[in-house]
């Protein structure tokens, strides 16, 4: 008789497999024993499971510490400095990010002239890309905290208007500080100050809808004037600390005037941190003045978007407007001599250094 075991074909587990109806008991036992040491040599599921959650909140909260204080990148585009390695050799410059929306544009464009004029690589605080990125196409690229924290900065302290030594500072880790806003320290780069502080599209678009909405009620082509008053703490903070007034309803119906006097169809297009105030005091009855934001206050980024729209721009104190006026160019009427000789405000701040030359200034009230 012919033997099973000499012709039948392997098996699975290495044995010759016997023919149909005979038992195959010694695989699945070996199989089953293989399972079970595996399964003790094995972590338990639930041990696996907690090890993958602590992995996942670790990479997210790594992610959120490099990321946190730059936001939506992917909105507002720009090039973050997370790593020494990618730091120039020659050093940093940057600038502290203090203040409001004017104060920080001053300190972006006084730190892109300066860096260029000493031939150094400008880095921006995430703060101030905060700040500036969702309005502006600005282009420097962000020096992360993280990454400054470890830095040794030499801090080099600004006057509010260009000095001749500015041009030859020394260090090379250093870190601008100060308010400066100056047209002494970039007009020279103004086209390059016009490209960086470009409105982003959305903004633009939305400010010229606005503006055809008030032009299509004029059978004549209209010209826009952009009217910015600065109160807010600026009431408290002027007559007590810097000895000074604010612009007042006859300073503003001055202004208006001017531009009434040279223009046939005017729109003066009136933003304010206290329209409430402005409703009150200026006159409206010629109706050639809208109220942006009908008559309530609006946003900084809205406001300053309308403004720069427009043809010329009137401006009271503040360097919200003094940008404003910047960027529009055009004809623009200043508030001249708003504090008293004796002024302690004379030594941050120097009238010619403020207003370009071409500029008109209109005397406030002092008495």
Not at 108 to 116: G, I, Q, R, V
Not at 133 to 150: D, E, G, Q
Not at 171 to 187: D, I, K, Q
Not at 220 to 237: E, I, L, M
Request: with cysteine; proline share 7%; glycine share 6%.
């Amino acid at each position: 008789m012919w033997d099973w075991r000499a012709i039948a074909p392997l098996g699975p587990c290495g044995h010759t497999e016997p023919p149909a109806g005979q038992p195959q008991a010694g695989c699945p036992r070996k199989f089953k024993a293989a399972i079970m040491r595996f399964w003790t040599a094995c972590p338990a599921f639930s041990t696996i499971y907690f090890l993958f959650i602590i992995f996942v909140i670790s990479t997210i909260f790594h992610c959120h510490q490099r990321l946190a204080l730059v936001p939506a990148p992917w909105a507002h585009p720009a090039r973050v400095v997370l790593a020494p390695k990618h730091l120039p050799r020659e050093g940093v410059w940057t600038i502290n990010s203090k203040g409001r929306l004017g104060n920080q544009m001053g300190q972006y464009a006084t730190l892109y002239a300066l860096a260029k004029m000493n031939g150094r690589p400008a880095f921006i605080p995430a703060q101030m890309h905060s700040m500036l990125a969702p309005i502006f196409k600005i282009t420097l690229p962000v020096l992360h905290s993280t990454m400054a924290s470890r830095i040794l900065w030499q801090d080099y302290y600004l006057l509010d208007w260009m000095e001749e030594q500015y041009r030859h500072i020394p260090g090379e880790n250093v870190r601008l500080m100060g308010y400066p806003c100056s047209w002494t320290f970039y007009h020279h780069l103004r086209d390059e100050i016009l490209q960086e502080f470009t409105l982003h599209d959305h903004l633009r678009r939305e400010a010229q809808w606005f503006l055809q909405q008030l032009q299509a009620r004029r059978t004549r082509q209209a010209t826009f004037v952009g009217v910015h008053v600065r109160r807010g703490d600026y009431v408290r903070v002027m007559p007590r600390v810097w000895k000074g007034v604010l612009a007042d309803r006859s300073y503003l119906q001055q202004a208006l005037d001017w531009f009434r006097a040279r223009y046939h169809t005017t729109i003066f297009m009136v933003t304010s941190d206290d329209m409430a105030w402005c409703r009150q005091n200026i006159n409206s009855s010629l109706g050639d003045v809208v109220f942006a934001g009908n008559g309530l206050q609006g946003s900084p980024a809205k406001d300053f978007a309308l403004l720069i729209q427009c043809n010329h721009t009137i401006i009271t104190i503040g360097t919200f407007g003094i940008w404003a006026a910047y960027l529009t160019g055009g004809n623009t009427i200043y508030l001249a001599n708003f504090t008293l000789p004796n002024s302690p405000f004379h030594t941050v701040f120097k009238p010619k250094a403020a207003f370009l030359p071409e500029w008109v200034g209109i005397a406030a009230d002092l008495g």
